[in-house]
Nanobody, 123 residues
Framework: QVQLVESGGGLVQAGGSLRLSCVAS????????MGWLRQAPGKERELVAA???????YYADSVKGRFTVSRDNAKNTVYLQMNRLKPEDTAIYYC?????????????????WGQGTQVTVSS
């Protein structure tokens, strides 16, 4: 089982930026699509961005134009650059892998999850 460890969360004012990182253990990272998902209190977990093994991105409408997902297969790392943050972006952010090279668009397609990192955006 690949271990995923997120970092980079924190407290930021509205309009600010954060960059999340997720480092994966193991040798299969480059074969898998990766996703960034978030869960706010009282809400369902949602997929906000994903990237295929080849680097093709997917974004939820709520973050399109503000968030950028990227990956460095040589470093077994996937990133989420978050700009123009809003209070409604406040959530625990998780990275997760999908057992496929293609980036799926549904939350339940991502089966291996990290422990999450808290992002709080103040107004």
């Amino acid at each position: 089982q690949v271990q995923l460890v997120e970092s980079g969360g924190g407290l930021v004012q509205a309009g600010g930026s954060l960059r999340l990182s997720c480092v994966a253990s193991g040798r299969t990272f480059s074969l898998n699509a990766m996703g960034w998902l978030r869960q706010a209190p009282g809400k369902e977990r949602e997929l906000v961005a994903a990237i295929s093994s080849g680097g093709t991105p997917y974004y939820a409408d709520s973050v399109k134009g503000r968030f950028t997902v990227s990956r460095d297969n040589a470093k077994n790392t996937v990133y989420l650059q978050m700009n123009r943050l809003k209070p409604e972006d406040t959530a625990i952010y998780y990275c997760a892998s999908r057992p496929s090279p293609l980036a799926g668009t549904r939350t339940n397609e991502y089966t291996n999850w990290g422990q999450g990192t808290q992002v709080t955006v103040s107004s």
